[in-house]
């Protein structure tokens, strides 16, 4: 290894023919952004026999982004041919948008292995969102393979994760369908408060996650499963073209994504939240099917917490279409509209550019056919809100001061920071 920055993929293991285990290796002066140098990934079938040039994809998946970051050589002993050649166009759309990045990375691979799977089936990446949920829908003529991760950002224990794969379990059941489900580690793997800390400044958001990571590692994930039965993968769109930022999840990356002969679609671009609502009203609502929505990204012991930015957002969007939020696993507060306008008008949300997107999105739908309906007293929220001016909110120099404390935290020695991570969770520290 001649570079002094590196990431370097030591040794694989298959174990109970359905879960990868990765041991890494990387240099002292990167160490940092790691959190453990062993990454693991569980699937519900059996990957034995999947070649280990495919094998290989998830972990380069969650690990390729901090080494562009940091400008890291990545070592790894086979890779799909395809999904190589997709990571240098990702690259060269990545490198337009933060240009501050280094992108200096070779990835080196003793053996590159050229797969083809000659499969027809289609899968989609499923969180039980509003996004995901409209993409089944519009492709459910395609009897699309479910794929649900267990992801960071619900910061989910056990007994939840347990609770939501019953849950939807049964729903592919009902649908006829089938679904997957895949664990990682991969919260555990990399250093996400610090990464943000570091390079958050430059993307979308400031959001290390949001901005650019999720796309990638999310579809990292999955190709072990996409060996016996799929050809095209879907994930679902988040914006629309009228959403002029970077994010991590958009066509220009999606699309490039590939691996074998399998490959990825960013779907339902042309279709903004309010529109995917109206998608769910008209095929499932109307034909009885009431299952929950799962949005939120606050509660960890129930399906929405009903009371974040992102839950009262959906609830606005199904009320302004006449849908009690209720029967898609939300809870109305008698106060609901009246907390809502006075955390707008009072600049109590925390809005970044993405999130103003959203209620504008928002707005935009409000017409006579919205006040038709009285839902939960929602006339006069609705005739309020139409002429409201929303901005971001989010205060750089919050930021900067969450940035800098984060910094200063991951330079201090080892033991001081259990120190001060067990003193935070008896309340006694910040």
């Not at 292995?113 to 039980?128: P, R």
């Not at 779907?267 to 009431?290: F, S, T, V």
């Not at 989010?394 to 330079?411: E, G």
Request: aromatic share 14%.
């Amino acid at each position: 290894m001649t570079s002094s920055n590196y990431i370097a993929i030591e040794e694989m293991k298959v174990l109970k023919n359905q879960m990868l285990q990765f041991r890494l290796s990387y240099s002292k002066s990167i160490e940092k952004y790691f959190l453990s140098n062993i990454f693991w990934v569980k699937y519900d079938e059996n990957i034995e026999d999947v070649d280990e040039s495919v094998l290989t994809i998830p972990v380069i998946a969650n690990t390729i982004l901090p080494a562009w970051a940091t400008g890291s050589d990545v070592y790894a002993k086979e890779l799909d041919k395809t999904f190589l050649e997709s990571l240098g166009k990702v690259k060269s759309v990545l490198e337009k948008w933060y240009p501050k990045l280094s992108f200096s990375t070779k990835i080196n691979v003793e053996r590159i292995v050229s797969n083809y799977f000659n499969k027809k089936g289609y899968g989609l990446l499923f969180s039980g969102g509003v996004d995901s949920a409209s993409s089944y829908i519009r492709h459910k003529d395609k009897n699309p393979k479910l794929i649900m991760i267990c992801t960071p950002d619900f910061r989910l224990n056990d007994n939840v994760w347990i609770r939501i794969k019953k849950q939807y379990q049964d729903f592919a059941k009902k649908e006829g369908t089938e679904i997957a489900f895949i664990e990682s580690n991969m919260n555990e793997l990399t250093n996400i408060n610090l990464l943000q800390a570091k390079f958050g400044g430059f993307l979308t958001d400031l959001s290390w996650w949001g901005g650019i990571q999720h796309g990638i590692v999310l579809l990292g994930l999955c190709p072990p499963i996409t060996v016996k039965n799929i050809r095209t993968l879907f994930i679902a769109s988040t914006f629309t073209k009228e959403f002029k930022y970077p994010w991590g999840s958009h066509p220009l990356i999606d699309n490039k994504i590939s691996w074998a002969d399998v490959k990825v679609v960013h779907d339902g671009y042309h279709l903004d939240r309010q529109e995917k609502i109206r998608i769910i009203k008209n095929h499932w609502l109307r034909n009885h099917k009431q299952y929950p929505l799962r949005v939120c990204w606050e509660n960890v012991a129930q399906f929405n917490c009903s009371k974040c930015e992102k839950c009262w957002r959906t609830m606005i969007g199904l009320i302004m279409e006449d849908i009690d939020p209720k029967i898609l696993g939300f809870h109305v507060e008698d106060n609901f509209f009246q907390s809502v306008k006075s955390s707008l008008a009072e600049k109590q949300l925390h809005l970044t550019d993405s999130d103003v997107y959203f209620w504008q999105t928002l707005q935009k739908h409000i017409n006579d056919n919205t006040t038709m309906h009285n839902l939960y007293n929602s006339r006069a929220f609705f005739e309020w809100f139409k002429t409201f001016e929303i901005k971001p909110n989010m205060k750089k120099t919050t930021w900067n001061l969450t940035r800098f404390l984060w910094i200063i935290y991951y330079s201090l020695p080892k033991c001081a920071q259990y120190l001060l991570s067990n003193l935070n969770k008896v309340g006694r520290f910040i």
